[in-house]
């Protein structure tokens, strides 16, 4: 049994930014875990895939870097670019571990967690610890939620790509489910590699005028899609203007496809019956849906 004041739970930015708070606050004996490496969820993104919000050493002026988990650090200082990727940015994360010190054990699962007395036992796979206080940082990225959508399964969700690669060449054009970042992303991505895309979704972000990238289209996203969108249609469901004569006959599979899949309040077509796409495994992208729950 290991004994502490605090365990964190989660070696991501969340989770080592607390640790480095309360460091810094004089609090002693935290203990920082992680059932993977420090930036587990980083090093799982597509290659590809960068930040949307960019790094800037604003610290001289008194602004933290938007991407940074203290105060005094920039991700861009050390990486030289404003757009990490995963992997870059789980570097960063780690150069900031080590300049504090912190106490990481990684590859340590938590099974269980049970009230003691007024503190907390952990039952991990490294053993028992206990600890007064115990603060989950889990990040969502690791935990694509698609419970949602029956036949889910016959697509491939935004957090289980690898590589775009499997999806070019195709005939028809890559389906996407979902109007968000990942969505425009996926185009983008699918694009560079010369292949067409629909993109479905009720609600496009770049239609939003609210400047917060969780709801509206970041500059960085806009700024790409708008070099590639001859290669993108967008449907936007219900008052959509009418889609090519040569992109009809796949959205209208897709679309009974998406009838049956989706529960009815968030359906944004007419009714169809269902008729399942024999190579949707190929050519379906779902994004959006990610976390636990």
């Known amino acids: 049994m290991h004994d502490y004041r605090v365990i964190v739970i989660g070696a991501g930015p969340a989770g080592l930014g607390t640790a480095i708070a309360l460091q810094e606050l004089g609090v002693s004996d935290v203990q920082v875990i992680d059932q993977g490496e420090i930036g587990h969820s980083f090093r799982q993104w597509h290659p590809e ?48 571990a080590a300049a504090y010190a912190l106490p990481v054990l990684t590859h340590t699962t938590v099974t269980k967690i049970q009230r003691f007395g007024d503190a907390f036992r952990l039952e991990t796979n490294r053993g028992e610890m206990r600890a007064k206080y115990v603060i989950s940082a889990v990040g969502d ?13 016959l697509g491939r969700h ?52 609210v400047p917060d990238p969780s709801i509206g289209l970041s500059p960085y996203t806009y700024q790409r899609y708008t ?7 967008l449907w936007r469901g219900n008052g959509s203007p009418p889609l090519p004569k040569r ?11 998406v009838n049956r899949c989706i529960p009815a309040k968030y359906r944004f077509w007419p009714p169809a019956s269902p008729v399942w796409m024999r190579r949707c495994k190929q050519i379906c992208l779902l994004t959006g849906a990610i976390g636990p729950n």
Do not use: W
């Open 158 to 209: 935004y957090a289980q790509i690898a590589s775009y690669r499997p999806f070019t060449r195709q005939e028809d054009p890559v389906v996407i489910i979902g109007g968000g970042e990942s969505g425009f992303d996926a185009a983008i991505k699918l694009a560079a590699l010369d292949q067409r895309s629909v993109l479905i979704t009720d609600v496009a972000a770049i239609d939003s005028v």
């Open 49 to 96: 895939i960068r930040f949307i919000s960019p790094s800037f050493t604003t610290n001289g002026f008194g602004f933290p870097d938007l991407n940074a988990i203290t105060p005094n650090s920039s991700p861009t200082y050390g990486l030289h670019t404003e757009h990490p990727s995963g992997r870059q940015y789980a570097r960063y994360l780690e150069e900031c």
């Open 227 to 233: 070099a590639i969108q001859e290669a993108v249609s």
């Open 247 to 257: 992109l009809r006959a796949p959205i209208r599979s897709i679309s009974r496809m």
């Open 141 to 153: 990225f690791s935990f694509p939620a698609t419970r949602g959508i029956r036949g889910a399964e």
